[in-house]
């Protein structure tokens, strides 16, 4: 008969209770800002499985969930993973949805899955017994919106690495692109609707001026991506507007220098009011995170290959093309690999979904790292 220790030390990844655990967290609707149920299951889901739990305030209504090793000063690599989503694209059809062996729902790659794999393998480090690793959990707040979640967690603790269960498909991806975030802003001449001729119509210019970058940017051969994520005209109404503005995201690959671009694009608008007459236009650039490339040789790395070797999985470095909270930890001086189940092509869509077999591989892998420190 196997005695306790021994039985504790054989700990595994228990599927069951990871699906279980992952049908809750989709099943709890948490856009940014409306987090607090989903931090209240988490809180005593990780305290009834034996985890000593920290909230971490990040403001009056919401925290981040800390777990911690017992010499907190000496964390050596934080598990980090958002527990917030993005609004729901049908606020009656969001939960969660099994069909075989994919998982459908609101957050599911984006990023519950990482977070419940996360959870599952510091629920098997308590089962085993003894003191944790030199390794922390941070389930973080607000990552779809201002990233305070994780700009909180810098403040209080310093640590040199550091994984993000954002989706990968498992891949690691050890480069990251850098994230701008533009604003472009119109003015023409407000008139009646009626008589448009008197009028000059800011949203009209901003569509020439939209046409003029989005050529420019889809003619590189960089890999840089855009979005238009927003345009608004002002006023609305039986009015010909005279304000509008668009925001644009744009995503590098850490080969490009950002402050190269931001040059680029400032003389792309000089040329515009030069070609486009009477156009009154002005650029702003919002947010800039710059990306960054981890090398082979470092630590983390080199013990994630080594999980990799016993897990039997393929080593496809690649990069992650999203911002993250691996822009804001890598602005800190972390060395984020950003590594989890699901597809990011899923993530923010009406049928996002993960397999769940990735779910446990990557509990899986994040547990054999945590026990390689």
């Known amino acids: 008969m196997a005695t306790e220790a021994s039985a504790s030390s054989s700990a595994d990844i228990q599927t069951d209770r990871l699906r279980n655990l992952l049908r809750d967290l989709v099943n709890i609707y948490s856009p940014s800002g409306k987090e607090e149920e989903i931090l209240e ?9 034996g985890l000593t739990v920290t909230r971490q305030v990040v403001d009056e209504n919401s925290y981040n969930l800390l777990v911690l090793p017992p010499e907190k000063e000496k964390v050596a690599l934080f598990f980090v993973g958002h527990l917030d989503t993005v609004t729901a694209y049908d606020l009656d059809d969001y939960g969660f949805r099994e069909e075989r062996e994919e998982i459908f729902g609101l957050g599911t790659a984006d990023m519950k899955a990482g977070c419940a794999a996360m959870v599952e393998a510091f629920t098997v480090l308590a089962e085993r017994g003894g003191n944790l690793p ?68 800011a949203i009209e210019n901003m569509l020439r001026l939209l046409l003029i ?50 040059k680029e694009l400032g003389q792309l608008m000089t040329e515009a009011k030069n070609n486009i007459p009477a156009l009154d236009a002005s650029l702003e650039f919002v947010s800039t995170y710059p990306g960054y490339q981890i090398v082979p040789e470092e630590v983390l790395v080199t013990k994630l290959l080594n999980a990799y070797r016993e897990l039997s999985l393929p080593w496809e470095p690649q990069d992650f093309r999203s911002h993250s909270d691996g822009n804001i930890l890598r602005s800190a001086g972390v060395h984020p690999i950003i590594l989890g189940p699901g597809r990011l092509e899923a993530a923010h869509t009406p049928e996002e979904s993960v397999l769940f077999s ?16």
């Open 41 to 49: 299951y988490t809180h005593d889901y990780l305290r009834k499985h």
């Open 134 to 201: 030199p390794a922390g959990l941070a389930l973080v707040i607000d990552e779809e919106e201002d990233n305070s979640g994780a700009k909180t967690l810098l403040e209080e603790y310093r640590f040199p690495w550091a994984v993000i269960g954002e989706p990968t498909a498992l891949a690691p991806c050890l480069g990251h692109y850098a994230y701008l975030e533009m604003l472009l802003r119109t003015q023409g001449r407000r008139a009646h609707s009626a008589v448009p001729e008197v009028g000059r119509n």
């Open 213 to 262: 970058f989005t050529e420019r940017i889809t003619m590189r051969e960089d890999g840089l991506v855009y979005n238009i994520s927003d345009m608004t005209g002002f006023p609305g109404g039986f009015v010909v507007p005279d304000i509008c503005e668009a925001w644009l995201d744009l995503h590098l690959p850490p080969s490009v220098k950002i402050d190269n671009l931001k």
């Open 358 to 373: 990735q779910v446990v591989q990557a509990a899986r892998i994040y547990l054999q790292l945590a026990l390689s420190f």
